[in-house]
């Protein structure tokens, strides 16, 4: 009876429900959906150095959206935890070639165990995934003034057109790092 | 901000979590599928997404609609005049991305899901945060 919460769902069931979130939030308090901002926010709230764009008040503007977050990290539980689905993602037979060729073998899971344990940090691709990764998300996400969730979902669902561009940039980014960088970094 | 206040986000933010996962959205996988234009799943979750969205908004704005506290609903325009800081910074943004497979969002529902590997990623793009305050005005915007 409960076998939907452990499998995965489609994506035309899931995409209307993440869209869902952004009338969700404004319903609830005016809120923008916007995920990134709550890195801006936990460096307001300790703020070494005082720098000018981390002092504000960060209580009164981030509050609900770390509350938010504290709520994904519960639903990344609830979802990949207690409901984890034990079967592999069922990907396309090509990208599977291209990831096996660029020499990951573990395909189970959410994330490969190759890049993705805390043995990987010891490797350099490894290192490089995990740090400069994480460090090009949260820089870029800023530069670009928001994120997947800021400026893919919020942004467009406004029809603004610097989302739109900075979309065009998360592409441009992404397809370079995909096609010419990662088979380097990986081997 | 009140208990049931908190209570409210925090519902909607497990939501989102348990979305993210049961779609596959948080897998490095499906991140490697997309940039690859393998499959449909990626492109069609956040193409809904964005219909939804799009409809809800101008819903709420056509109407005048206010939230729950009876506030009128107001979405701030981004400036679209900066397209330097949206290329330059989306692109950034894109590479790592494309590079850890996973954007915030994801970051935190997969550190929910177990992975506390992920903490190290998350403070890496908190120090990548930090370092674009530092740098703000020496960056070209």
């Known amino acids: ?16 429900i993440i869209g869902l979130t952004v009338p969700l939030l404004l319903l609830a308090g005016g809120k923008m959906f916007g995920v990134s901002a709550n890195l801006r926010h936990a460096c307001a709230a300790c703020n070494f150095g005082n720098v000018e764009f ?26 990949g935890y207690v409901f984890a689905n034990p079967e592999p993602i069922q990907l396309a037979s090509s990208t599977i070639a291209d990831i096996q060729a660029m020499g990951i073998q573990d395909l189970n899971g959410l994330v490969p165990d190759d890049l993705f344990t805390w043995g990987a940090l010891g490797s350099g691709a490894g290192l490089i995934v995990l740090i400069v990764g994480g460090f090009l998300v949260g820089f870029g996400a800023r530069y670009a003034g928001g994120c997947t969730s800021g400026h893919a979902i919020s942004g467009l669902s406004d029809l603004q057109l610097a ?11 992404g397809l370079i790092m995909t096609h010419f960088l990662y088979p380097i970094i990986l081997s | 901000m009140k208990f049931t206040e908190y209570l409210k986000y925090l519902v909607i933010g497990t939501l989102f979590g348990f979305i993210l996962v049961k779609s596959e959205v948080v897998s490095w996988f499906r991140i490697q599928e ?8 990626m492109y069609g979750i956040i193409g809904l997404a964005i219909i939804v969205g799009i409809i809800s908004v101008q819903i709420i704005k056509r109407k005048n609609m206010k939230d729950m506290h009876g506030n009128p609903i107001t ?39 177990g992975l506390t590997i992920m903490l190290v990623p998350i403070a890496a793009a908190l120090v990548g945060t930090y370092t674009y305050g530092l740098l703000r005005d020496k960056l070209p915007h």
């Open chain 2, 75 to 113: 979405i701030p325009p981004k400036d679209a005049s900066q397209v330097t800081r949206y290329i330059v910074g989306g692109s950034i943004f894109g590479f790592g991305w494309a590079l850890l497979g996973a954007c915030p969002g994801p970051m935190f529902a997969l550190l929910g899901s």
């Open chain 1, 1 to 16: 009876m409960f076998d939907f919460l452990y499998q995965p769902w489609p994506w035309y069931l899931a995409g209307p």
């Open chain 1, 163 to 173: 989302s739109l561009i900075a979309v065009i940039g998360f592409f441009i980014g």
């Open chain 1, 54 to 79: 981390f002092n504000y008040d960060w209580k009164s503007a981030g509050k609900w959206n770390l509350t938010f977050l504290v709520g994904s990290v519960l639903g990344g539980f609830l979802g």
């Open chain 2, 34 to 41: 997309m940039f690859r234009f393998d499959s449909i799943h």
